[in-house]
């Protein structure tokens, strides 16, 4: 009368563990914090993780800003109109990566890669142009990477 369908089970996700990188930056964000704000007795320490696009998003961001460089998220979501009832395009071109930096004086675009993510076509497009003009293309998918192609950059 009942028949049973055997499902797959997901795995779960192993365990995430901080790389040393991520611990570095960690401490070199705290140590900013407590300069910028040497009367507030008890600052509250940031956490950073790198397996996520926003969690790796937000330590290259810091990163660039803590050692002086230029560093914006670029949001290429449109936002919901309600009135309309869908979405409306942002503004930004197709495309574009998900940092746009200024490392010593050259642009750097820095394109976020993360689990199965690819580049797409228009990325790809854009990684071109950006490096025909003088720019350069970053695509990463840990701090670790992020760091050793910014290091040779230089």
Known sequence: MFEFIETKKKQPK??????ES???????HFDAKKALHPEVPYLVKST????????LTKCITSWLKIHGHF???VNT?????????????SGSRKGMADITAVVNGKHVS??????RDKMRAEQWKVKQEIEQAGGAYIVTN???DFLTQIKNLH
Request: avoid cysteine; aromatic fraction near 10%.
């Open 77 to 89: 979501t449109g936002t919901y109109n309600a009135k309309l009832g869908k979405y409306v395009h």
């Open 142 to 144: 840990s701090f670790d």
């Open 22 to 28: 991520v611990k570095v930056l960690e401490r070199m």
């Open 14 to 19: 192993s365990r995430y563990i901080k790389p």
């Open 71 to 73: 560093a914006g998220r």
């Open 48 to 55: 950073f993780r790198d397996d996520t696009s926003n969690g």
């Open 110 to 115: 820095i394109e976020i890669k993360t689990g």
